[in-house]
């Protein structure tokens, strides 16, 4: 595995880290096997957060007894000083340990967000007290505007900035990384896959260790990616012609809309699961399994036909997608 400096916090962390969201899915045990066996192939960066409902607690179990191998990172939506400091506390509770090595603020996306983070009673006091006290190592911020990141990371105490950034996502990301250089902020990638519109881990992750950032955190539930992205890690070379002309051909087919899976436009106000059904629409469309398709979107439950237009999901969403008429769109292909 290769390993790469995370900016100013001066960890030096594994290129392919572990994203802590497919945990939730797998039950306890098969997620532990799965953690310690990244942890055999030299991954040292995993990521959860707050919101990842037990991923904090799967991932807990694993790093009480590994704890020198494993540089754990998460996050809290918490706005205000009160919220992040009992966040935090609930964080080293939940994982059951009394450090925790970057807390990160959770999705900052507007300039609201920041002046409230930023206020003498924000979010960010309460992590700097929390690292004085030594609960926390470092303190750092996600997000997907990339704006709003350019703006905060910035402030000196801000150490790591984590957004999406992929073959697909390269949307605004030089600037970032830019200014992280000039900052000395630690480079997060997220979604590396694309919030599963991209399949081949192994041409994403090469594409994404091409340019400057520090650690891509695919997320993972079964071992065998595990396998595949540590072996990326492994191997710091760039992509070969033939490999840039096969990714090149999957990011024209694929085109910029299509749904992340970030699932920020929930709830519609309908029940109507927009992932699922850009999830199922995409099997139909790119993958040629359109019965496959038909049957689990038909299973849903909420037709999109029972959309009431209300917009709410497309001020949500931070891709600015025409999601009311992609849903119907996609209604008409597999209703
Ligand atoms: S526009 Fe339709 S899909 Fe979006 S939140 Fe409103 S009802 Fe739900
Ligand atoms: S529609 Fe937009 S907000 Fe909803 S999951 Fe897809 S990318 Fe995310």
């Not at 390993?3 to 098969?30: C, E, H, M, N, W």
């Not at 997907?144 to 105490?157: C, R, Y």
């Not at 760039?238 to 970030?262: D, H, M, N, Q, Y």
Request: glycine share 8%.
């Amino acid at each position: 595995m290769n390993y790469r400096r995370l900016g100013k916090t001066g960890l030096q962390v594994s290129v392919v880290g572990f994203g802590g969201i497919p945990i939730q899915r797998i039950d306890a045990s098969s997620a532990e096997k799965i953690v310690n066996r990244a942890i055999e192939l030299g991954i040292n960066f995993f990521d959860t957060a707050r919101g990842y409902t037990d991923s904090e607690e799967k991932l807990g179990a694993v790093l009480k007894k590994n704890r020198e191998q494993m540089i754990i990172a998460t996050k809290s939506m918490s706005r205000y000083r009160k919220g992040m400091a009992e966040d935090i506390d609930k964080s080293l509770k939940t994982m059951g340990v009394d450090y925790i090595d970057l807390y990160q603020m959770h999705n900052v996306k507007d300039k609201a967000a920041i002046e409230q983070v930023l206020d003498e009673d924000g979010a960010l006091a309460a992590l700097k007290e929390a690292k004085e006290k030594g609960k926390i190592g470092h303190i750092g911020v996600t997000g997907h505007i990339k704006d709003v990141l350019l703006e905060i990371m910035q402030n000196e105490e801000i150490e790591t900035v984590q957004f999406p950034f992929n073959p697909v996502e390269t949307e605004g990301a030089l600037k970032l990384f830019e200014m992280a250089e000039k900052v000395d902020c630690g480079v997060i990638a997220m979604k590396p896959m694309a919030g599963g519109a991209l399949t081949n881990a192994k041409l994403s992750l090469r594409f994404i260790l091409e340019h400057p950032v520090t650690v891509a955190i695919p997320g993972v539930d079964v071992l065998e990616q595990v396998e595949e992205n540590a072996a990326v890690g492994s191997v710091a070379r760039s992509l070969s012609i033939p490999e840039r002309e096969e990714l090149t051909r999957i990011v024209a087919k694929l085109g910029a809309r299509f749904c992340r899976r970030c699932e920020y436009c929930l709830p519609c106000q309908q029940g109507i699961d927009i992932p699922s059904v850009f999830l199922f629409d995409g099997y139909y469309t790119r993958y040629g399994l359109e019965d496959w398709a038909k049957e689990r979107y038909q299973a849903l439950g909420v037709n999109p036909s029972e959309c009431l237009e209300c917009g709410e999901c497309e001020e949500r969403c931070p891709y600015n997608l025409p999601i009311r008429e992609m849903l119907k769109d996609a209604a008409e292909r597999l209703g």
